[in-house]
């Protein structure tokens, strides 16, 4: 048994009745799981900053939190909601550039070798060139962008409509992650109703060219309902899955919806 040092006796009693009914209640592992990471940092900074602590107003904070989290959940998909378009003359130039690395570590594909791969839940799994991406009908879409490290940006992205590319590769609509393998080793994933929602795009164009390196060549996920970090760039592998994947942010704490 692992003790952190100022949580002994029944206080960890507490918090393992507290995961355990959060567990209950919350059906879906990854929101399960996410809890249980927010429910860790929420009760041992509950902890340690009390020095009396009160067995029920512990769990009532844990059990709030359970049902806030709940809640936001529930609410924030209306796969039928659309996030609102601008005109090309709102695009912001130049683009932001973001990643858990400086711009001039930009992974550089190869692009006459690129092969996207497909996994898991899906009855086609060959692999897709770029030229045979580009072959599919495209659409093109001007988004706003918006980044938890508070910044905002609006840009205009083209590429595959991802329901259309789900459905030909025979993927099943019915599981619950699409997950995503990057060339600079980011991952995310998704839940299904975001990866079928009609703004959510397997992107090869930034402003009607070929995306540039930063912006994620050869590929990226591009959902204006979802913030920054869930929209992979440089993707390498696309899995289909009802495994919860996690994320490279997911997994320090960030939530994992992480969207509208
Ligand atoms: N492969 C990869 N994708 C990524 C990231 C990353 O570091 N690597 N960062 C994410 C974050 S936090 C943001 S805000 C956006 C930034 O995309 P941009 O450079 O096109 O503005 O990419 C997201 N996708
Ligand atoms: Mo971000």
């Known amino acids: ?55 029920n107003s512990v769990e009532t904070a844990l059990m709030a939190m359970s049902r806030f989290n709940d809640k936001a959940q529930a609410w924030l998909f209306d796969p039928n909601r659309l996030a609102p378009t601008y005109p090309d003359s709102m695009i912001t130039r130049p683009f932001p550039f973001n990643a858990f690395y400086g711009e001039d570590e930009a992974p550089v594909v190869d692009e006459a070798g690129y092969q996207l791969e497909i996994t898991g839940l899906v009855a086609d799994r060959k692999k897709w060139s770029l030229a045979e991406l580009r072959a599919l009908p495209q659409t093109d879409q001007v988004t706003r962008h918006i980044c938890v490290e508070g910044w905002s940006a609006i840009g ?36 299904m109703p975001t990866a079928l929602h009609p703004q959510t795009l397997l992107t090869l164009t930034y402003d009607s060219r070929p995306l540039p390196t930063k912006y994620g060549f050869p590929m990226k996920l591009r959902m204006p309902t979802k913030l920054g970090y869930k929209n992979p760039k440089h993707i390498q592998a696309i899995f289909v899955t009802n495994t919860y994947p996690g994320g490279y942010w997911e997994d320090q704490g960030y939530n994992w919806f992480g969207g509208s």
């Open 1 to 55: 048994m692992k003790h952190s040092p100022w949580l002994v006796g029944n206080k960890d009693i507490i918090l393992k009745d507290a995961r355990t009914e959060v567990s209950r209640h919350v059906e879906q592992p990854a929101r399960r799981a996410f809890l249980q990471r927010s429910l860790t940092l929420g009760g041992l900074s509950l902890l340690s900053g009390c020095s009396l602590v009160d067995e």
């Open 156 to 191: 205009k992205w083209g590429g595959v409509p991802f329901a259309d590319f789900l459905r030909r590769i025979g993927a099943d609509l019915s599981a619950k992650y699409v997950g995503f393998k990057c060339a600079d080793d980011y991952y995310t994933s998704i839940d």
